[in-house]
């Protein structure tokens, strides 16, 4: 009777463990392929050779870069080169990628830039908050813009307890941000546990020096965030779900969800076209490609736009995608007067005149 029972429960438990694989292998998307979307005057940006994770553009022009991400289990084209940030100027007719100097005294050996976002305060001080990966840790860095000498004045490191695994941010302050987990835990091992069982842990996180609280949770894998033009939405997608959820942000900081707008791909981080107020997605079609990399058969990439999020029948439009021959694992789409930027995990950039 108890080998019975023994034998009943390790089949019960391996069958839990096949239908926990099979759901992953679907949020991963791991069957899909995609088909090209050219867009005919693009080039590949020199300087950028492992990845430009995110991008974010300033009202003038001045496109900052995180680059050089490296996480637990991904590749990396430069796995012994710390991150850094770039920045370009889409006002030039032929701009170019520049490394920005960091102040004295910030660790430059273990910067690991992932999410970035910009604030300019009322004085026009721009602040640059980057989302910082320390010997996989999880810091946020604040640091102020001086453009003249193209360099980063460091102010402040952020560590707080409801931060264990922070993954996109965008600031609504000097020193006031939104930040996404994409897992409760920060532990690699109970990381991985959280995703293949499909937990749902994930969450926002309001910060400001006077109060640090959780706004929004439930989340399969929470990653890109951003805010509308008008202020009142914050924008999160869900990479692991295939959605992107629209919250309402209220006077107190807290948010409500609104809806949320299901996709066939695996959604990274979220930018905002400034002339229009679309979209503009990063996306990566077959997840299991860019977590086991093989570069025989590497990665591909997508970008969305989405047109009117607030509507019943929102647009979405796909503007670009290559089956990795190109880009491969495009995370970040941004847009400035037709021209489009895309960078990905840990591959290269793309500049687009659209």
């Not at 910082?132 to 003249?148: G, L, Q």
């Not at 009142?232 to 992107?244: G, M, P, Q, S």
């Not at 679309?278 to 570069?295: R, W």
């Not at 969305?304 to 970040?332: D, F, H």
């Amino acid at each position: 009777m108890g080998r019975l029972l023994a034998v009943g429960l390790l089949g019960l438990a391996l069958a839990l463990l096949g239908e926990r694989l099979l759901a992953l292998r679907n949020r991963l998307k791991a069957s899909r392929e995609v088909e090209s979307v050219d867009l005919p005057n693009c080039h590949l940006i020199k300087g950028i050779e492992a990845g430009a994770d995110d991008i974010d553009i300033l009202p003038n022009g001045l496109a900052f870069f995180s680059v050089g991400l490296k996480c637990p289990g991904l590749h990396s084209f430069s796995p012994d080169k710390p991150g850094g940030i770039l920045m370009m100027d889409l006002k030039k007719e032929n701009p170019r990628a520049l490394e920005l100097r960091i102040s004295r005294g910030f660790n430059l050996a273990s910067f690991n830039p992932h999410g970035i976002s910009t604030f300019i305060d009322s004085d026009d001080t721009v602040y640059l908050f980057v989302v910082n990966h320390p010997e996989f840790k999880n810091t946020v860095e604040i640091f102020k813009f001086e453009e003249e000498e193209n360099s980063l004045l460091h102010l402040k490191t952020i560590k707080h307890e409801l931060l264990p695994s922070v993954n996109d941010i965008i600031a609504v302050g000097p020193a006031h941000f939104y930040a996404t987990n994409d897992h409760y835990f920060s532990d690699p091992f109970l990381k991985y546990l959280e995703t293949y069982l499909n937990l749902h842990w994930a969450n926002v996180v309001y910060y400001s020096p006077d109060e640090v609280k959780v706004v929004a949770e439930g989340f399969d894998a929470a990653n890109g965030i951003n805010i509308s033009p008008d202020k009142k939405y914050i924008y999160v997608a869900d990479i692991l779900a295939h959605e992107i959820h629209v919250l309402e942000k209220h006077p107190n900081m807290n948010l409500t969800q609104l809806k949320v707008l299901k996709l066939d791909t695996l959604v990274d981080n979220l930018s905002i076209d400034p002339s229009s107020g679309d979209i503009l997605v990063g996306c990566h079609p077959n997840g299991q490609k860019l977590f086991i990399y093989d570069p025989n058969n590497p990665p591909s990439s997508e970008v969305l736009r989405i047109q009117n999020i607030l509507s019943e029948k929102p647009t979405v439009t796909t503007v670009y995608a290559n089956n990795g021959s190109v880009l491969q694992g495009s995370s970040v789409a941004s847009v400035y007067d037709r021209k489009l930027l895309i960078g990905t995990l840990y591959h290269r950039a793309l500049y687009c005149e659209l």
